[in-house]
């Protein structure tokens, strides 16, 4: 059974941590490498934990075949061949080297998806800290064993995978040198609707394979992935674009800069609002104490002359008895002239 938690360039993932957010370039740089630089700055810029790409060309991930079963049929994608989608998409290899020094010189993580064991190859001498397995290939257990062969923790996507395929997954993983799977609950749809997103597989997830759970997300917006990390999710993966109206691959289902900011510091707030059960006065609270009601003298009241609720009242702030004890005070004597304003105690009670 893998650990509560991963790490991945000494930050540990895990439900104790704060989420570990992923920003997913994917085909989005629209074949410029240009572009694609100028979207690790952007990426940067935003907070993210981790930047990641994906390694593959076209003849890496298909076969430039037109029969039936080549070709995409509704969604965004329709009527295309996979060997036209990928050959569109791909981040070219001889990109790599130039991706992952952008990324060091603004201090951010990059890894990527390998699609085949050469690309496996070229980002573990590139020194990508980890490696992240599409939902599409947690069933290729020869490539999982020999990414996870280097020795590297796998982020493993569960889009389409029954329990018995994630179980083989991990356990593929860990048995051939990985150090920590981590599992992302994901919906394989572009876009994916909220409706599907049924973020509460992630604690049940979470039970079941004793490793950390996070969420790949295709929904529009912030709103899931906040959803997430509310029950346990302890990292987001999410597309980013420069913007939509670029187009690209994945521009529809992508998260523009500023949105992309704003999905960081939602998930960690969210994060942090969760805290642990607590019924005790907080210290930011203890200041507001004194305003809470009491009882209070609302009409001058003479001495030996009976305590009513015309003249005790309960109000703020809180310097007399506390309301509670109202009816143990109305009726009796007081013992003293009292003026109105004054904060009741039991001195002034017969």
């Keep these: 059974m893998s650990a509560p938690f991963i790490e991945i360039a000494g930050r540990k993932i895990g439900v104790d941590h704060p989420p570990y957010v992923i920003c997913e370039l994917s085909g989005n740089h629209n074949g410029s490498l240009d572009r694609c630089l ?43 061949t996979l060997y036209e989608l990928y050959q569109e998409a791909q981040t070219p290899f001889e990109w790599h080297a130039a ?8 201090g951010v993580t990059l890894f990527s ?39 590297k923790p796998l982020i493993i996507s569960t889009g389409m995978a029954n329990l018995e395929e994630m179980r083989t997954a991990r356990d593929t993983a860990l048995a051939a040198g990985a150090p920590g799977v981590l599992l992302l609950h994901c919906v394989s749809s572009y876009p994916a609707t909220f409706a599907d997103a049924n ?9 079941r394979f004793g490793c950390p759970i996070g969420l790949s997300d295709h929904t529009p917006g ?5 959803a997430a990390v509310a029950v346990g999710a302890c990292c987001i993966e999410k597309h980013f674009t420069l913007a939509r109206a670029d187009g690209g691959p994945d521009a529809a289902f992508s998260l523009e800069p500023a ?13 942090a609002a969760l805290g642990v059960a607590h019924y005790d006065v907080l210290g930011a609270e203890r200041a507001n104490l004194q305003f809470r009601r009491s009882l209070y003298v609302a009409a001058d009241v003479k001495a030996g002359q009976p305590l009513t609720r015309a003249n005790i009242r309960s109000v703020r702030p809180g310097a007399g008895l506390p309301p509670g004890e109202l009816d143990k005070v109305l009726g009796k004597p007081a013992t003293r002239n009292l003026a109105r304003g004054e904060p009741l105690d039991w001195s002034m009670v017969g």
């Design 259 to 271: 949105e992309f900011k704003a999905l960081v510091a939602d998930t960690k707030n969210a994060w």
């Design 99 to 106: 991706i992952f020094a952008r990324a060091r010189q603004r």
């Design 222 to 226: 912030t709103a899931a992935a906040v």
């Design 199 to 207: 973020v509460r597989t992630i604690p049940d997830m979470a039970a």
């Design 38 to 80: 100028e979207m690790v700055d952007a990426a940067a810029d935003t907070g993210c934990d981790a930047i990641k790409i994906q390694t593959y060309t076209a003849d890496t991930i298909t076969l430039d075949v037109d029969r039936p079963e080549f070709k995409i049929h509704g969604g965004l994608w329709d009527g295309r």
């Design 113 to 151: 998806s390998p699609f085949d064991e050469t690309a496996v190859d070229l980002l573990h001498d590139l020194g990508a800290p980890a490696f992240k397995i599409a939902s599409f290939e947690a069933v290729d257990l020869p490539l999982i064993r020999y990414a996870a062969s280097k020795g």
